[in-house]
């Protein structure tokens, strides 16, 4: 299962919840109020995730080496 995924987000008082829809992928991640990123669940980590709401978007990641 490879390509682009669109994510559904949902606002919580938290922050934000990003869920994949996409049945066998599952990738979840929240970002909080301070801007911090968690994943919660890995999902498909060929596909491409992406998704936004309210001026807020997620970049696709960069790689950077120390």
Do not use: K
């Not at 994510?7 to 991640?29: H, K, Q, S, W, Y």
């Not at 968690?38 to 997620?58: C, F, K, N, Q």
């Amino acid at each position: 299962m490879t390509g682009a995924h669109e994510l559904d987000v949902t606002i919580e008082p938290a922050g934000l919840l990003f869920t994949c829809p996409v049945d066998g992928c599952g990738r979840r991640m929240a970002i909080d109020r301070e801007g911090r990123y968690t994943l919660i669940d890995r999902g498909d980590p060929t596909a491409s995730h992406r998704g936004g709401v309210g001026g807020v978007e997620m970049d696709p990641p960069q790689v950077r080496t120390a």
